[in-house]
């Protein structure tokens, strides 16, 4: 809306708002990405859900079937070696899968505690 007689602003000072100058510095952006935790996560979500249960893989998510998720309960008694050998086997259905299931394993450090969790996930399940 022109004024008249107002002293006219440059057009790139015409959309400033209220009580802004245009030496004012603009907010730094915030970094708000969510960083995942290195290793394995098993995430069962039950009933009414078209897959009842998702590996998570750093920030890749992996649907695991329902005939797949009762042949791993079924098999929760077995070693931790055992375990991964057959985990690996049953949710990695390619083997590019099948290398990363390893390498994110190998990233977060130590076997044992991965499996043991998702061995334990699968019992209470």
Do not use: W
């Not at 245009?22 to 708000?32: A, G, L, Q, V």
């Not at 008694?77 to 299931?101: C, M, N, P, W």
């Amino acid at each position: 809306m022109a004024i008249p007689n107002a002293l006219q602003l440059p057009p790139y000072m015409e959309n400033l708002p209220e009580n802004s100058t245009s030496s004012e510095i603009p907010e730094t952006p915030i970094d708000k990405t969510v960083k995942p935790k290195p290793g394995l996560r098993l995430e069962l979500r039950g009933a009414g859900n078209y897959y009842k249960g998702i590996l998570h893989i750093g920030c890749t998510l992996i649907p695991i079937s329902d005939d797949i998720l009762e042949e791993l309960q079924a098999n929760t008694a077995l070693s931790v070696d055992e375990f991964f050998r057959l985990f690996v086997e049953k949710v990695g259905y390619s083997s590019y899968l099948q290398e990363q299931i390893q390498q994110e394993v190998k990233s977060a450090g130590d076997l044992q505690p991965q499996m043991s969790a998702i061995q334990q996930t699968l019992r209470q399940y």
